[in-house]
């Protein structure tokens, strides 16, 4: 019984993984004509925008959801490490070795094996492979954080949020728009460990309702002021990322996208990271997982690593997000392309060691 209701208590997080899964797609497919389309003063355009700026949320979800699941459970340092970095560098470098391959043939790049190998440390192999070597990354420092998550309070973890603000985003804001750099060594602070932390003080801070943390104070707010606050962070947010995005262009780059509202680590997003993630928990959990669903979340790292390859595919048959208006091409090409991937996936995993590599 008490099994069972765990498990339906993290319902929102399966639901969480599935939507960001989705929305990475959606930015491939949006993204290029975002930055590619010349004139920013038609609908083509601000739809394209649209897709993309309210799809950035998609990596710092998975990062929080790596933090929240991750960082408030005890494991130990050497059993941690070598199942988890099992199940990011075994099929992170099979499919990184595919990607390689793939651009071999399709580019002839890279071509011999020394500038593959070179490829293959310094990164990343393809576009979105980065992401394997973030969460590697992250996993390394999860034996530092852990016993800090542990004790942390609210003051802590504040205190962490606001270096984590002005390494990260105050140093981007100021080096991007005001050619100020910041002097201070803050490489601790400077990338997504904040988000890591993030997911752990958001999954763990009492609910309206919950039982009390004693390290952490509930929410001094009703459920249904969280969910409208959520809500609000998630419009703001991916309205100043799209905003912005024309702003940035039109006004301080001479007509030519700029890409600084789009970065993950920037407050417009944060905005709408932290609306998506408290959304989730507030109100994604009230029925239980479809197994759809369920099978959905469980093949969303193996989506991730062959969806380009599926959305290449699906461009030689024709469907590519430059073959109609993006009002046209967009709705269609993501749901096929996250679909297809999924069903790819599910094959692989009926061969022998698929399941590893996905």
Partial sequence: ????????????????RNLATF??????????????????????????????????AS????????????????????????????????????WMIVYLLYGYLARKEPATIPEAAVRLVEGPVHYHLWFI???????FVYP?????????????YWYVFVLCALAAWGYK???????????????????????????????????PGEAANSLLSTWPYSRRQMTIASIVLILLG??????GTY?????????????????????????????????????WNKIPLLEIEKELASASFGIYLVHVLVMDWWAQCGYWFGAAIPQRSIPVIVPIVYISSFLLVKVIQTLPFGKRIT
């Fill in 23 to 56: 929305i990475v797609i959606a930015i491939h497919v949006s993204g290029p004509l975002a930055e590619q389309l010349p004139d920013m003063n038609t609908w083509e355009w601000w739809y394209s925008n649209w897709w993309d700026g309210i799809s950035r």
């Fill in 133 to 139: 070597y973030l969460i590697t990354g992250l996993y």
């Fill in 238 to 243: 991916s309205t100043l990322t799209v905003v």
């Fill in 247 to 283: 702003y940035a262009s039109v006004f301080l780059n001479e007509g030519k996208f700029h890409r600084y509202f789009y970065d993950y680590l920037t407050p417009n997003v944060g905005m709408a990271v932290i609306g998506f993630f408290l959304l989730a928990r507030l109100q």
């Fill in 173 to 207: 804001l100021g080096a991007t728009f005001f050619d100020i750099k910041l002097g201070l060594y803050a490489e601790t602070f400077s990338n997504n460990v904040g988000y890591f932390v993030l997911g752990a003080y958001l999954i763990q801070k009492p609910l």
């Fill in 1 to 16: 019984m008490c099994a069972k209701s765990q498990l339906a208590s993290f319902a929102w997080a399966d639901r969480l």
């Fill in 59 to 94: 990596v710092p979800l998975f990062v929080l959801l790596s933090g929240g699941l991750l960082l408030t459970k005890d494991y130990p340092t050497g059993d941690f490490l070598k199942k988890r970095l099992s199940r990011v560098l075994v099929p992170g470098i099979f």
């Fill in 144 to 156: 530092l954080l852990r016993p800090w998550v542990r004790q942390a309070r609210d003051r802590d």
